[in-house]
């Protein structure tokens, strides 16, 4: 018998590739053949993706009225480009994870009739989400309180939480444990890419300014733009602290497993990462990120109990000096933030989307 094929359709960000790959290895464990929909964006991230065909696809937006038209030609062509390649693969079901290359290969399986998906990794639909969210079969969310929904459509949202690679899912079954008195107090800076000086200049800074007791027990490992590197080196050597500063660490799953806080941003994947290895965090949401979605994203955690959020207008080296000392001098609320973000954990998002997928073909 033919296996069955899944095109997967994706935007071209880490963030919403890394969560289609994920499910594309689920699949493909499960005897599914693969297909990638994205655009030269997405190629950059597709190196190990589990697929046996990509399709390059033509979308765009844009502004004002002739950045319109040209936009709405050029997902017209995309349109024309997947319904070939649906035909051609016979696919069994499109799923959609965003970003405005998956919007020709979802209009296109709508107009065959071919059963349709999508998830949504952010706590607020995204902008193609949005527009397609009403017209395809089921909606699969990260987050429990997700943000503009279209109206009468809450029945086919289900939560299942972010798919996360492996070596991320086994952080689930291990324990945390605060630092004992006088032991290595371990501290991840995460969101070199956006971080900008909050991340890359005011984090060593509060470090920096928090009581010698405290001080003396650090050991940091921060992602640093390339441009701040020097500076924020130089900050941690002047404090004494011992710090590793680079512009990215491959090897994530292993720092979460050792560190006791997180300070960073609060993109669905690491908001998603925080919960499944249950680490205490500090979160400052991108200001800019679109309709405020990263605010939205922390607040599960933020209720649990999880994390302490600071909203970018309020944060200074003060302010975050103070919050810092407050968690890192109380092992006790250490291992409590580590229960509350636990709490919010949805692990096997992988296999649930899978299952979503296998439950929409089957219903064909």
């Not at 969310?141 to 949202?157: D, I």
């Not at 922390?298 to 999880?306: I, P, R, T």
Request: charged residues 20%; contains cysteine.
């Amino acid at each position: 018998m033919t296996s069955k094929v899944c095109v997967v359709a994706a935007g071209g960000t880490g963030g919403h590739m890394f969560p289609a790959e994920a499910l594309s290895r689920e699949l493909a464990a499960r005897g599914w053949r693969i297909v990638l929909a994205t655009d030269h964006r997405g190629e950059q991230y597709a190196h190990a993706f589990p697929a046996e065909e990509r399709i390059a696809l033509d979308a765009a937006t844009g502004r004002g009225p002739i950045g319109l038209a040209m936009a709405g030609l050029t997902i017209v062509r995309g349109v024309v480009q997947a319904r070939a390649a649906l035909k051609r693969f016979d696919a069994a079901v499109v799923v959609g994870f965003g970003g405005y290359p998956s919007a020709p290969a979802l209009l296109a399986a709508l107009s065959q009739r071919r059963p349709t998906l999508l998830h949504e990794q952010n706590a607020v639909l995204g902008r193609t989400n949005r527009w397609l969210a009403p017209y395809v079969g089921a909606v699969a969310s990260s987050f429990p309180n997700l943000q503009k929904v279209p109206q009468g459509m809450g029945a086919r949202v289900t939560l299942i939480g972010n798919p996360v690679r492996p070596d991320i899912r086994a952080l689930y079954d291990r324990p945390f444990a605060a630092p004992a008195p006088g032991q290595p107090i371990r501290v991840l800076v995460t969101g070199g890419s956006q971080g900008a000086r909050i991340l890359s200049e005011t984090a060593p800074r509060a470090l920096a300014a928090l009581p010698e007791p405290i001080r003396s027990r650090l050991k940091v490992q921060q992602q640093s733009r390339p441009d701040s590197l020097e500076a924020a080196r130089q900050i941690y050597l002047e404090a004494g602290i011992d710090a590793e500063v680079a512009p990215f660490f491959r090897d994530m799953a292993a720092r979460l497993s050792a560190a006791h806080l997180v300070i960073g941003r609060a993109g669905a994947s690491t908001c998603s990462e925080l919960a499944v290895a249950g680490l205490p965090s500090v979160l400052i949401p991108l200001k800019i990120a679109m309709d405020d979605h990263q605010r939205f994203n922390a607040a599960s955690l933020a209720d649990s109990g999880g994390a302490e959020v600071m909203l970018e207008d309020d944060v200074t080296v003060d302010r975050l000096t103070a919050a810092l000392e407050a968690i890192l001098d109380d092992p006790g609320r250490l291992e409590a933030m580590s229960r509350g973000a636990r709490s919010t954990a949805l692990p096997d998002a992988t296999r649930s989307l899978a299952d979503m997928v296998e439950a929409a073909a089957r219903l064909a």
